[in-house]
């Protein structure tokens, strides 16, 4: 949970959480119609860009740790 934190911050949690609630607000208000259809896609959207925005934090720190490396090599 810890590295979750690290790369998700406040901001982007309170974003799910609220994305979440209109989801299900809206499953209920409106039922499975067409309309329905629509709001799930902006949910899977949503989902979609919270986990790639996740992976860019994990990329960005391996990246930050082998230039680290690189670094201390050439240094030696």
């Known amino acids: 949970m810890a ?3 690290k790369h998700i911050d406040t901001g982007s949690l309170v974003v799910i959480v609220l994305t979440l609630v ?3 607000v809206a499953l209920f208000e409106k039922g499975f119609t067409h309309e329905m259809l629509l709001e799930a896609g902006v949910f899977l959207v949503s989902v979609k860009l ?3 925005s996740y992976k860019n934090g994990l990329v ?3 990246i930050k740790e082998r230039l ?3 670094q201390a090599a050439l240094r030696r």
């Open 22 to 24: 209109l989801f299900v």
């Open 68 to 70: 680290d490396e690189i």
């Open 60 to 62: 960005s720190d391996r």
């Open 50 to 52: 919270i986990i790639m």
């Open 3 to 5: 590295s979750l934190q």
